[in-house]
């Protein structure tokens, strides 16, 4: 890839990362971890800028929220373009989804026991971090159900797009019908 065509895929990817956050969509169904694990995939340099750019500019039309929630998130995708950084060893669509798996469950167990230890929500012991994660499983449905899609999607059009232009020929060379 061109540092033009990383440009175009980085300004892409902040672009669509921010738009999916900014509609609506069903709760935690948004393609910012799939982004991240392509970033930690294929950017060499400033791959960890591209989530939190997301993240930041969509929160500020969202709302911000507790700081230290906000930076429990933040992390956790910062954490899931690292696990990109590991998936570079083994390329495949099992390991794809493997690493998607990795990245759903990380972002779960961080971010829920964030709330679980930052906010007033839930009391403070045993029984309280239980019951936090187990009403973030609906949410969970959804982040599993995102990032297996979102990251299907990326690096399925990426990997379409990086063919050689004269194996992908038969999209606009259609032969002429009578």
Same mark, same amino acid.
């Given at each position: 890839?061109?540092?033009?065509?990383?440009?175009?895929?980085?300004?892409i990817l902040i672009l669509?990362?921010?738009?999916?956050?900014?509609?609506?969509?069903?709760?935690?169904?948004?393609?910012?971890?799939?982004i991240s694990l392509f970033? %930690? +995939? &294929?950017?060499?340099?400033?791959?960890?800028?591209?989530?939190?750019?997301?993240? =930041? #500019?969509?929160? !500020?039309? *969202? %709302? +911000? &929220?507790?700081?230290?929630?906000?930076?429990?998130?933040?992390?956790?995708?910062? =954490? #899931?373009?690292? !696990?990109? *950084?590991?998936?570079?060893?083994?390329?495949?669509?099992?390991?794809?989804?493997?690493?998607?798996?990795?990245?759903?469950?990380?972002?779960?167990?961080?971010?829920?026991?964030?709330?679980?230890?930052?906010?007033?929500?839930?009391?403070?012991?045993?029984?309280?971090?239980?019951?936090?994660?187990?009403?973030?499983?609906?949410?969970?449905?959804?982040?599993?159900?995102?990032?297996?899609?979102?990251?299907?999607?990326?690096?399925?059009?990426?990997?379409?797009?990086?063919?050689?232009?004269?194996?992908?020929?038969?999209?606009?060379?259609?032969?002429?019908?009578?």
């Amino acid at each position: 890839m061109t540092t033009k065509e990383k440009v175009i895929a980085v300004i892409i990817l902040i672009l669509v990362g921010i738009s999916y956050r900014l509609f609506p969509h069903p709760p935690n169904f948004a393609p910012v971890a799939a982004i991240s694990l392509f970033s %930690g +995939f &294929y950017f060499r340099r400033y791959f960890i800028f591209i989530p939190v750019v997301i993240m =930041l #500019v969509s929160d !500020i039309f *969202i %709302g +911000f &929220y507790d700081w230290k929630l906000m930076a429990v998130v933040y992390f956790s995708f910062i =954490l #899931v373009c690292f !696990i990109g *950084i590991l998936m570079r060893k083994n390329k495949s669509v099992l390991s794809l989804i493997g690493y998607s798996l990795t990245g759903s469950i990380l972002f779960f167990l961080l971010t829920n026991f964030a709330v679980w230890f930052f906010a007033s929500w839930y009391p403070h012991n045993f029984q309280g971090l239980t019951e936090c994660y187990l009403m973030a499983i609906p949410f969970f449905k959804n982040t599993i159900a995102g990032d297996l899609f979102y990251a299907s999607v990326i690096f399925g059009c990426y990997e379409i797009l990086a063919q050689p232009k004269e194996k992908l020929a038969f999209l606009w060379n259609r032969p002429k019908t009578i």
